[in-house]
């Protein structure tokens, strides 16, 4: 019996032995490999989406020029209207009293002048019988006269005057338009010093299309002429508006460049006011370094990329441009050709050696 168990000791031991042998000699695990790609200078292109404003090309905010009632109000607000065509009527008592005193002064000064200018002439006529008239006499009555045309001229420029101030008792459109609201009614004072606005009209046909592009981009070179942009209440459509001007100074407060394009809205399909996206694809006038966004690595400290030279890591150190869906422009002591890992990270250490492939 205890040979057996002898016997059966032996092999376990034997096979427990066996084991471990066969757990030594077997082959570690295999390192991992990195994916890898070259650094290449290409065209920077990428896509930028801005919240654009829509705006009507002309706005007027109607105010009187001379202080009166408001007599008639011919249009309301929602009514398109022409250049040209009568919004509003003021009735001004006072300017039309001084009006036809102007035209008082201005007949009394007419027949004063004609009555000068007829003693003139008078005396001009027999200056040259001997003795009939003195040389003052004439100069006199030459002078008189030249005065009295002064007088005149001024009254009759005097009347000119309100002739024009009547014109604007009634208010036209300067423009093509639509009324877009209405302040006042009948009966209201306006003009003088009393500036409030009757109404406000928007010329809604053309539309400006602004918004404040980034210092970041704007010495960049969209890639055509017209911004696409849609809208939140038309969400299917996509519009089309050619580039207009842009202000050409930066914005110390907003770091920022005003651009405008315009709208033709012939339909009126599109309204002012209303906020859109706009989308731009731009480029830049050099070629660059765009690499995944996942080979740049950022810590608290500092940003790289992971190189690989000679099998081994290197950190270099880089600024981030422009930003194209999942690429993005880097910045840094970098050469063509170089090797960069796809997927960066600061768990790999610098120096060390790794495995890749591209």
């Known amino acids: 019996m205890k040979s057996r168990l002898t016997v059966l000791t032996l092999m376990l031991s034997f096979i427990v032995f066996a084991c471990n042998e ?4 077997e082959p570690t695990k295999e390192e991992k490999i990195h994916k890898v790609f070259e650094l290449k200078r290409q065209k920077i292109k990428y896509n930028i989406s801005i919240p654009v404003e829509l705006s009507s090309l002309e706005q007027a905010k109607i105010r009187a020029k001379i202080p009166g009632y408001i007599k008639l109000l011919k249009v309301d607000i929602g009514d398109f209207i ?24 201005e007949k009394e000064a007419k027949s004063h002048y004609l009555i000068k200018k007829e003693e003139y002439e008078r005396f001009k006529n027999v200056s040259s019988l001997e003795g009939a008239v003195s040389q003052i006499q004439l100069i006199t009555a030459k002078n008189m ?3 009295s045309k002064e007088l005149y001229l001024a009254a009759l420029a005097s009347t000119r005057l309100y002739r024009e101030m009547e014109q604007y008792l009634e208010i036209r459109a300067p423009f093509d338009g639509v009324v877009t609201s209405r302040e006042l009614n009948v009966g ?4 003088g010093n009393k500036q409030d606005v009757i109404l406000t009209i928007d010329n809604p046909f053309v539309l400006r299309l602004h918004f404040n592009m980034p210092e970041l ?18 969400r299917r459509k996509q519009f089309k508006a050619p580039f207009s001007r842009k202000s050409n100074i930066i914005s110390a407060q907003s770091r920022t460049e005003k651009w405008e394009y315009r709208f033709k809205n012939d339909s009126l399909q599109l309204l002012p006011g209303m906020y859109a996206k706009g989308e731009l694809n731009m480029f830049k006038g050099y070629k660059g370094f765009m690499v995944p966004m996942s080979a740049v690595v950022t810590t608290m400290k500092e940003q790289f990329v992971v190189a690989v ?4 890591t290197k950190w270099i150190d880089v600024k981030m441009g422009v930003v194209n869906n999942d690429s993005v422009e880097i910045f840094g002591e970098l050469s063509d050709k170089d090797i960069l890992l796809v997927r960066g990270s600061e768990e790999i250490p610098a120096g060390s050696e790794i495995q890749y492939a591209r």
């Open 309 to 312: 030279v000679d099998k081994r």
């Open 82 to 105: 022409k250049k040209g065509q009568l919004l509003v009527v003021v009735d001004a008592p006072e300017m039309n009293a001084k009006l036809l005193e102007a035209k008082a002064h």
């Open 22 to 25: 066969k757990q030594s000699i």
């Open 188 to 191: 209201d004072f306006v003009g």
């Open 217 to 234: 981009y704007v010495k960049d070179t969209p890639s055509t002429d017209s911004i696409t942009f849609s809208t939140e209440s038309i």
């Open 145 to 147: 006269m030249l005065s």
